[in-house]
């Protein structure tokens, strides 16, 4: 793994956490909300995913079914248990991200990663954060089709046209069934995104210290005051307005992960073994902080319903580490030992396809 880049996962897992505590904290406590910037770490996250995706693939070893295999190993495990989870505390009457309806249709599609509209006709999974997963896993199963033009070229501008005709066909309204125009969103082109970053990531390595070093710090400074700038700047508007996120979101993204691996081109890693701990743990963070932020704010607020600033900050501190640290323990006693559980029981038959290279 490039050190670089799993301290971003860490940093983006903390800035998603970050942005739902702040709303708890706005909701229950009285808060002040101090903004939408924290959402950029789901797009940084896509970026990452799609240059992970195409440079882990570089040696066109691995087949289509393996791939898909590694995949479902990989992500279903936690998110199908803490779905279910989630489902539970549904029907036990304590409100997970305020459902107001749910039946076992929904939840057996939000698990098939189908994106759809609950009963209470809301569009987020019962577990909210897996909106997400649909993107991944659609991003996935196209990117495994691909294999079979064994050129990672060919896959990279075979996935860029279906994703801008995708989008294209959204914004025209094209009749499409909601599953298929939930999947179609121009937020895939960051998967596109990071895969050109992995296309271009050999480049890098040719380039001087000295360049790596000037283009790394300056793409990366661009992209971080381009997200600030824009999330201040339109706010709500990038959740549902995919259009605008992948431009105001999606484009600076793609500079941080670039400025990323050009420093680590120019040997300047991050050594912290704390945020490679959280790198490793970022996708459980990112599945779980949400119910603990939930109703360790609604305890708070139940107690204090309008604490003083400092008790706040205090209180929104201590929900930060627990939740964060939640995520560490669902990764270390859960994903892991439920992935590799899975692992050694999928009997894997691999196709004649194997991944470009």
Do not use: C
């Not at 890693?269 to 939930?294: C, F, K, N, P």
């Amino acid at each position: 793994m490039i050190g670089n880049i799993q301290a971003l996962r860490a940093l983006a897992a903390l800035a998603v956490v970050w942005h739902h505590l702040q709303i708890q904290m706005s909701l229950y406590l009285g808060v002040p909300h101090l903004g939408y910037v924290g959402r950029a770490g789901v797009d940084v996250f896509f970026v990452i995913s799609g240059f992970i995706m195409f440079h882990t693939t570089r040696d066109g070893e691995r087949t289509t079914a393996e791939f898909w295999t590694d995949r479902v190993t990989r992500i279903v495990p936690a998110y199908w248990l803490l779905t279910l989870l989630a489902a539970g505390l549904f029907w036990l009457g304590l409100n997970p991200g305020d459902v107001k309806g749910l039946s076992v249709t929904d939840v057996a599609e939000d698990m098939l990663f189908l994106p759809h509209f609950r009963a209470d006709g809301d569009a987020y999974p019962v577990l909210d954060v897996g909106w997400t997963l649909n993107f991944e896993m659609f991003f996935y199963a196209l990117f495994g089709l691909s294999f079979f033009l064994k050129s990672q070229v060919k896959s990279l501008a075979v996935l860029t046209g279906v994703f801008l005709l995708g989008a294209g066909l959204v914004h025209l309204n094209a009749p499409l069934p909601n599953t298929i125009k939930a999947w179609l969103q121009p937020i895939t082109l960051e998967f596109a995104a990071g895969g050109a970053l992995a296309l271009l990531y050999p480049r890098m390595l040719t380039l001087s210290r000295k360049a790596n070093l000037w283009g790394g710090t300056g793409a990366l400074g661009f992209g971080l005051a381009a997200i600030l700038l824009f999330g201040a700047v339109f706010g709500k508007d990038i959740s549902w307005n995919y259009e605008l996120r992948a431009l105001t979101f999606g484009i600076p993204a793609m500079l941080v992960v670039a400025g990323a691996l050009m420093l680590e081109t120019a040997h300047v890693t991050v050594q912290s073994r704390m945020l490679m701990v959280l790198g490793a743990a970022s996708y459980s963070i990112y599945l779980v902080h949400h119910l603990v932020v939930q109703f360790l704010v609604r305890m708070a607020g139940g107690a204090t319903p309008h604490p003083p600033l400092a008790l706040a900050i205090a209180e929104g501190l201590a929900i930060f580490i627990v939740a964060t640290l939640v995520g560490i323990a669902v990764h270390m006693w859960i994903e892991k030992p439920a992935s590799h559980w899975l692992r050694r029981r999928i009997r894997r038959r691999p196709l004649a396809v194997t991944a470009p290279s």
